[in-house]
């Protein structure tokens, strides 16, 4: 089953992303004599532009719409550590286009290198324009700005939202549950669930968008790293899923399809946890993979959790979605040790 083929895309990356098994961490994860599901990873940091990630694929289709539009300069927002904003530059770069970031210090992190290094070093080198702000400050001011300034100048800017979190930017989420559908199949296997990160919650309406556009398949298991509460996302996110759905022809995302789980957030945001440190450490050692501390090291704490509980049968097929964002590992040098 295919997208519809006339939505705006420009291209970013080139192929299908990796779907590789990951069998020392299920060895690692059996050594007390327990049963551990087939574990795989879908590798969307492997999307190639400048350090990888999810974003990379929205980017085609909201860059697209941009290039449609008639815009010369895109504007998007984050925190000071955005994958986003760094993926956002990066695409801007590569097709021509001016960026400016607009991050907020929303998170109350005491370390230098998270108010220096990883993606705002990379933002810098890829020529955005930042416009750094207090956790404070009025967004939507900022934002105007931001935009009467570009336009003073003669430029036309297009916003993408944080995290590229619409219709437009979840559409590659539908697709990536194609994706992983087609590479199950021709590797002889059937996936009962999918685990990934959720933040500002376009992956998983993508996600959810393309399980309705096949009417079923793996369930979508979102570990919130920032949303405290299903009450806090649920809305949004249907409302994000089903725009899609309808952007790309397909039926209706239900209440009960939205599988959050929020054990694993810690205290908020971008604040480091011990499940996540141990999640970073022991897929890095076992597999040779590098997670990040804020989305996908939380989301591989949920998904060994679920393992070790026993909330998972041990005949499953798990994939983990690897959404990027190595490059906020240097933000947090502190939080890991040597063995
Ligand atoms: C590395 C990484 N993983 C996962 C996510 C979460 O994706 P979404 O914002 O679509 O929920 C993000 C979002 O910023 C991210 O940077």
Do not use: W
Request: proline share 4%.
């Amino acid at each position: 089953m295919q997208l519809p083929d006339n939505l705006p895309h420009v291209s970013l990356m080139e192929g299908v992303t990796p779907l590789q098994e990951m069998p020392r961490l299920r060895e690692a994860l059996m050594s007390d004599g327990r049963a551990c599901p087939q574990l795989y990873i879908k590798r969307d940091d492997l999307t190639g532009l400048a350090g990888g990630g999810n974003k990379t694929r929205k980017l085609e289709y909201l860059i697209g719409d941009a290039l449609q539009k008639g815009a010369d300069t895109v504007i998007t927002a984050g925190a000071l550590q955005s994958n986003h904003a760094r993926q956002t530059a990066a695409a801007a770069a590569k097709m021509g286009l001016a960026a400016h970031l607009i991050l907020f210090e929303t998170v109350p992190y005491e370390d230098p290198a998270y108010s220096t290094s990883g993606n705002l070093l990379l933002d810098r080198i890829l020529g955005a324009e930042v416009h750094r702000q207090a956790k404070d400050a009025d967004a939507r001011a900022v934002f105007e700005e931001v935009t009467e300034k570009i336009r003073a100048s003669g430029g036309t800017p297009y916003l993408i939202p944080v995290g590229g979190s619409n219709a437009v930017g979840s559409t590659a989420y539908a697709q990536v549950f194609l994706e992983i559908q087609d590479q199950a199949k021709a590797a002889g296997i059937t996936v009962d669930r999918i685990f990934h990160a959720n933040g500002s919650l376009g992956t998983q309406a993508g996600l959810l968008a393309g399980r309705a556009l096949t009417n079923g398949g793996p369930k979508v298991e979102g570990i919130s790293v920032s949303k405290p509460t299903r009450e806090s996302l649920l809305g949004e996110l249907l409302d994000i899923a089903n725009l899609t759905s309808e952007r790309i022809g397909g039926s209706l995302v239900q209440e009960e399809d939205v599988r959050v789980e929020f054990r694993h957030l810690g205290d908020g945001y971008g604040m480091p946890t011990e499940g996540m440190v141990s999640a970073v450490e022991l897929v890095a050692r076992t597999e040779g993979l590098l997670l990040d501390p804020v989305y996908t090291g939380k989301a591989m704490a949920g998904m060994i959790a679920a393992i070790l509980n026993g909330e998972i049968g041990e005949t499953e097929t798990l994939v983990f979605l690897h959404t990027g964002g190595m490059p906020g590992l240097f933000a947090y040098p502190n939080e890991f040790k040597s063995k």
